[in-house]
């Protein structure tokens, strides 16, 4: 009979908005994996908001805290500038830690919170979701089963801004694919006047486009475009992430969230392609929690390929609706538990994050360098610092 292992103790370091409305109730659902024991924030008056908000203890003091509730776990959600700051003092003070995205701004801070685990035997997830929800999992689970064959190139074209949008384009041709070489192009235009979905407005507007090819070690080849209004803007609805591979294709293609995925391989003569159904197994007929996405392929070899919610109901109607996003928040919390618990190593962690970064970095200093190829990794004595490009990229209207 297997052990049941305790619910880990979790302080959410930081009041960031998604501390309160995402992660509060995420943990509240789990309470057999994770048990929520205090808060954390800079000052008074919002640490105790979302303390009272989530029935925590709240404090101001670090130390105090981890004294006083012994936590296990920090989630850290904070004011996006300080995402390496506080994810480093949530190391230092011992807790194995769920970072926000990006893990750092400066490669240099992540490379702190990276040395300084280790150094203390702590694990380090980061909440990059992406990949992590089920339409994305299902993809992943046929590309592993070799249904497609190998991968030889990926596109991302505006299905997730920065290290989002590269996560996803690298995790079909493998996170184990090191890229080496990365050509950048980041040019900004002005639009016409229209409705801004986020700051409901309608005005004048410039977007930032970011373009690149991005060279793997082997061959492959990854594709990523993003814009900066790629999140509000109806001039620009295009959602598309894609795969080349050996024995087949997948494309999504889709207009905000409405998605269409089209995966084929070929058919059994050779002459045509065959298209897999994706079906969304529910808990009943007309809805209730997602139990899992099953892929029908027409491969005699492997007719279905499956992906389980890891968290559907075990009773059913008695486990939490969530949509897809907020199911890849979990997987990556569900990350770090099962690291911790079994002292292995999160699925995606803080390596994967620091090279997702760095990719973001690569794109605009070749750019910078007038569209020349920059190798990887990037040696930070070759960075720009100030004026247009720094190793501190001011990415924050992405978030």
Known sequence: ????????????IGTARRSDYLYGPILAALPDKVQLVSVWGRSPDSARRLGESLGAPWFTDLDKLVRETAPQVGIVSVNYNANGQVGLMAVQAGLHVLLETPIAHKLSEADAIIAEAARRGLKVEVAEQFHRRPLEQIKLKLIDAGIFGRVYSSFNDFAGHGYHGVSVMRSYLGFGA???QVTGAVRKYDLAEHWSRLSNTTTARSETQEHAIVEFEGGQVGIFHWTDVGYDSPLRWWRSSRFLAERGMGITVGVGLDVEERLSTLSSDGEAAQF????RRWERVDGGALEAMVAHTSNPERPTVTWQNPFRPVRQGHGPQWHDDEIGVAGCLLSLVDAVQSDTQPTYGAQQA????EIILAIRQSSQQGGQPVKLPLDPANLFVGGAFSGR???????
């Open 1 to 12: 009979m297997s052990q049941i292992k305790a619910p880990l103790r979790v302080a959410i």
């Open 178 to 180: 090191r890229p080496i």
């Open 276 to 279: 897999i159904a994706l079906e």
């Open 354 to 357: 620091r090279l997702d970064q």
């Open 393 to 399: 990229v001011d990415i924050d209207k992405y978030s």
